[in-house]
């Protein structure tokens, strides 16, 4: 348990709900411009709730969703704010890396590996944030032995999850997921795995090295 992910629950939507209170419990969807030819860049989870995702065109997203608000993104926003989350991080562990503006992997020392001491660490970590950046900026994390399942372990109980996976736990803790829910596979990848007959997470987690090298193509398959 030696990686800690930190992924932001609908990052631009959330900064704009903090700055714009009557945005606040209602589906927002961030649009590079404001014109129906454009599309979401991220959309709010009562947004999502409609179907509304990111790469939702507008005028889909008003069709799927009448209530919606579209609202012009603000990069400089959410920069700043990405700042002070970082900041907020740090006051509870180093962030040792930023994968991008909504994402953060920090190394778990030695001392915060039980089970009850990471529980304790998150809910420090979420409780920073709420108290020092806004209480409707929100996170989930995800611990695991490497970066890779600490970031599908953050993606499994959104919005503002924790998902803690231990080697006791795998890989029988990735059974129940979708392989597109695995990170790093896509369109064109999962084909490639149907056309070896694999169908599911399990048969993936079986499938032998040589196997999955043939399917990626090299070493990382391996």
Partial sequence: LCSLLIDM???FASVEQHLQPALRGQPVGIAPVLTDHSCCIAASYEAKAFGVKTGTGIAEARRMCPTISIVEARPAAYVDYHHRVVAAVESCLHVDE?????EMVCWVPLN????PALLDLCARIKAA??????????????VSTNGWLAKVASKVNKPN????????DLPEALHPLELDDLHGIGRS????LHAKGIHNTPELCRASRQTLKQVWGGIEGE
């Fill in 98 to 102: 930023v994968l991008s503006i909504d």
């Fill in 189 to 192: 990848l999962l084909l490639r």
């Fill in 129 to 142: 944030i709420t108290k020092d950046v806004s209480p409707y900026i929100r996170c989930s994390i995800g």
């Fill in 9 to 11: 629950d609908s990052y």
């Fill in 112 to 115: 915060f590996r039980s089970r």
């Fill in 161 to 168: 999850g924790l998902t803690i996976w231990s080697s006791a």
